[in-house]
C-alpha cells in the first residue's frame, strides 16, 4: 500500500512503507544524539530536535558533514547509471534469485514471526533489495507477515535511484561506519558486494539475527580481468571471515557460478564501469576493453549466511 499527500510544489510525495501520517516510532535512530527517532509524514524527529526531512522522491538522507569523505561519497552519476542498465539487462540475476532463496529460507525458518526488518547495507541503486522485497510479498507464506526493507548507501545518486526501484522500501543515505539503526531491531543484513562492518552489524542485529554475505569468488569475472591484466590474481577469501569469526558463525555457504556473455560495447563498459577495476586499470587496459563488441565471462561468488554469536555475558 503506498499514500500520497499533497507538498507545496502539487508534486505527490511517497512516504516509504508503513505509512502512516501519524507520528510513528521507526527503528531509525539518530545520527547525531543516537536517540531514537519518530517517523512523522514528511521527517524524521528525535526527542533532541534533529531533523531529518524525507525528500520528495521518498528517500531520507541521515549523512552527517563529517561522514562524508568528498562533496558526493559512494558511487557517481555515471557508476549508478552504468549499474543500473547492467543489472536491468539481468545479467547478475541468477545471484539475486539465489540471494533471495537463502534469505526467504532464514525468514521462513525464522520463529521469531512477529515482524522482520531486513536492512541491506550498501544497496546501491536498489537491484537486489527491490527484487527481495517482491520476492518477499508474493511469498506464499513470508507475504502475510509484517516486514520492513531498508536500503542504506552512502551515494546519494544510488539511493535517489533506488526510488525509483520501489515504494515499498525505506531508501535511507548514510553510512557503514555508523548505521542510524537501532540496537538489536534487524532480523536480517544483507550485503552484496558491500563494505563490511562488523562491529555495526553485531550492534543492529537482533539476538541470532543473520547476516547474508556475497563476496567475489576467486575467479569472478577472470575472463574480463584476462583483457585487463597480464598477471590475474585470483580473489582472496581469508579476510573477512578471519576477522568476524569471534561474532559470526557460517550456518551456510553457497558458491554460485554463472556465464555473462554479453554482445554489445555499452553492456561490457557498463559492467567495466561497476567493478572496482575501472579504477585501477591502466590506460591502456581502459583502451582494450573500449575495444570489445563480445565478452563471454562468469560470476563466481561466494553467498553465505551467517548468524550472530551471542557475547557470553549478562545484560
Ligand atoms: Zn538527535
Excluded at 56 to 64: D, I, P
Excluded at 202 to 209: A, D, I, Q, T, W
Amino acid at each position: 500500500m503506498r499514500k500520497a499527500c499533497d507538498t507545496m510544489q502539487s508534486e505527490k510525495i511517497y512516504l516509504p512503507d508503513p505509512v502512516s501520517n501519524a507520528a510513528t516510532t521507526s527503528f531509525l535512530r539518530c545520527p547525531v544524539c543516537h536517540e531514537q527517532m519518530t517517523h512523522l509524514a514528511q521527517a524524521y524527529l528525535c526527542p533532541n530536535g534533529h531533523n531529518f526531512t524525507i525528500a520528495k522522491q521518498g528517500y531520507v538522507n541521515v549523512l552527517l558533514a563529517h561522514q562524508r569523505k568528498s562533496k558526493q561519497p559512494g558511487d557517481s552519476k555515471e557508476m549508478v547509471s552504468s549499474r543500473a542498465h547492467f543489472l536491468d539487462q539481468g545479467y547478475y540475476q541468477p545471484l539475486s534469485e539465489q540471494v533471495n532463496e537463502e534469505i526467504l529460507a532464514c525468514l521462513t525458518a525464522n520463529e521469531q514471526t512477529g515482524h522482520e526488518t531486513v536492512v541491506d547495507v550498501g544497496c546501491g541503486e536498489g537491484y537486489c533489495l527491490a527484487r527481495l522485497q517482491e520476492a518477499f510479498a508474493s511469498h506464499s507464506l513470508l507475504g502475510r507477515r509484517s516486514a520492513h526493507f531498508v536500503g542504506l548507501d552512502i551515494s546519494k545518486t544510488a539511493i535517489r535511484r533506488a526510488t525509483r526501484r520501489s515504494r515499498h522500501i525505506t531508501w535511507v543515505v548514510a553510512s557503514v561506519a555508523s548505521l542510524p539503526l537501532m540496537d538489536a531491531s534487524c532480523s536480517m543484513i544483507l550485503s552484496v558486494f558491500a563494505p563490511i562492518n562488523i562491529a555495526e552489524f553485531m550492534r543492529v542485529l537482533e539476538p541470532r539475527g543473520k547476516l547474508l554475505l556475497a563476496t567475489p569468488g576467486p575467479s569472478h569475472l577472470y575472463e574480463l580481468r584476462e583483457v585487463l591484466y597480464e598477471d590475474v590474481v585470483e580473489h582472496s577469501q581469508a579476510d573477512f571471515l578471519e576477522h568476524a569469526s569471534t561474532s559470526f558463525e557460517v550456518v551456510r555457504s553457497e558458491r554460485v557460478l554463472f556465464d555473462v556473455q554479453m554482445e554489445n560495447a555499452t553492456d561490457i563498459m557498463s559492467l567495466y564501469h561497476m567493478t572496482p577495476f575501472f579504477w585501477k586499470s591502466s590506460s591502456q587496459a581502459h583502451a582494450r576493453v573500449e575495444q570489445l563488441e563480445v565478452l563471454k565471462t562468469h560470476a563466481d561468488v561466494y553467498v553465505r549466511t551467517l548468524q550472530k554469536v551471542e557475547a557470553h555475558k549478562e545484560q
